[in-house]
């Protein structure tokens, strides 16, 4: 890392991230270990994250359980070594061995009670350091033949996946979009279903899609806050008209529009719950009208002057009605928009291609879904165009 992390908590924050120089943890034993997914923050008891994947020295998918530490030696110091909740461990993680005193890292490093601690990457590595342990002996020849092709084409200028639509067919490349942005879809589906809600107005569904709600208005960055300003507010309100959210100006990231305050989100998350909840409406009922309206119609309703504009009442309904209700052919139809953050991505598929590929809303979020489990990670080997250009190739 640039700078050391100042506490654990910062160190957990950086994890979540993916914020390190490579997607490779050096092992004690010298082997690269690849990051696919840092997992999900466990704010509870036990690991700090739940269901991290990575990818192992010898290339196979693992997932399991990850904990940070600044120092190998806080997993006695903490008593995980008798705790239960860590026998599933898969990584052991520390800032750097380095960090601790010679005579401690020492004692430490020889405890078998301490799992061996992977160490986060230094800044100036890089990538071809990350891989010597690799097979070596990899000309162009060998890349024809090699299975680990894709592992070092992530390296170069040049990955599996420029030109891809050139190469496959748009088609093909739009049905494989298409599939991802449906996994991505469920998986949001099967989270929000998931919300826990405690007691207050309404049902559990129509306290669930005022949750949903408040998480789609605080993305990209303040979705935790946002979320905890609704749960709050429905906890200490015992009829709709009592719904009061106050978002804590803590820790906010600021941005442009009424969405970029903590105050202007309050304010539209409550006229939001006001409409849904006018005579004997609610709130998931509301949910289920919107989404059997047509999209441009249900951003219509959505929309508050001067407040809440098309572009992100359109993310309202795909990220919290749309995937609540389960409404995978309205989620389908939603516009696809440009992300910054893919637009790299999006050259490299259609670098070439004759004609240019449909890009709806399901193949914009495959895409955002490559970015970050994929081209963030540099873990080409198991991504699904990849995989369709060595079939290509193969056949």
């Not at 996994?183 to 589906?189: E, G, I, N, T």
Request: hydrophobic share 40%; glycine share 8%.
């Amino acid at each position: 890392m640039a700078e050391p992390a100042a506490n654990e908590l910062e160190l957990q924050r950086r994890w979540a991230e993916s914020r390190w120089p490579t997607p490779f943890l050096q092992s004690p034993q010298g082997s690269p270990i690849r990051v696919i997914s840092p997992g999900s923050w466990n704010r509870g008891p036990g690991p700090d994250f739940r269901g991290a994947q990575i990818l192992d020295a010898e290339g196979r998918s693992r997932r399991g359980d990850v904990e940070l530490h600044l120092q190998a030696h806080s997993w006695l110091q903490h008593g995980h070594d008798t705790d239960p909740a860590y026998e599933n461990l898969l990584l052991h993680v520390v800032e750097w061995v380095e960090r601790t005193e010679p005579r401690r890292r020492a004692s430490t490093s020889a405890d078998p009670r301490i799992p061996p601690p992977v160490p986060l990457p230094q800044a100036t590595s890089n990538l071809p350091q990350a891989m010597s342990n690799l097979p070596p002996a990899m000309n162009d020849a060998a890349l024809e033949t090699s299975d680990l092709p894709q592992t070092f084409a992530a390296a170069t200028n040049a990955p599996p996946c420029a030109g891809i639509a050139q190469r496959a067919g748009a088609a093909a490349v739009e049905a494989r979009l298409l599939r991802i942005g449906q996994h991505r879809f469920l998986r949001k589906m099967a989270e929000l279903r998931g919300l826990h809600v405690a007691p207050g107005p309404g049902s559990d569904d129509d306290r669930r899609s005022v949750v949903a709600a408040a998480r789609a208005l605080g993305q990209p960055n303040n979705t935790r806050i946002s979320e905890h300003a609704a749960r709050r507010a429905l906890g200490h309100a015992e009829q709709w008209r009592d719904f009061r959210p106050l978002v804590d100006g803590d820790g906010w990231r600021q941005g442009r529009g009424a969405l970029g305050s903590a105050s202007g989100l309050g304010q539209i998350l409550a006229t939001l719950v006001e409409r849904w909840t006018t005579g004997d409406a609610a709130p998931w009922a509301a949910f289920q009208r919107l989404s059997s309206l047509p999209p441009r119609e249900a951003i219509g309703e959505l929309r508050i002057a001067r407040r809440l504009g098309p572009a992100r009442a359109a993310q309202l309904l795909a990220d919290a009605v749309y995937p609540l209700t389960g409404s995978w052919t309205q989620w389908s139809r939603i516009a696809g928009a440009r992300y910054r953050r893919t637009n790299e991505l999006r050259e490299r598929i259609e670098c070439g291609a004759v004609n240019h590929l449909a890009w709806r809303h399901p193949q914009t979020q495959a895409l955002l879904e490559l970015e970050r489990t994929r081209c963030r990670q540099l873990a080409c080997r198991i991504c699904p165009l990849a995989a369709l250009d060595l079939r290509l190739r193969s056949g």
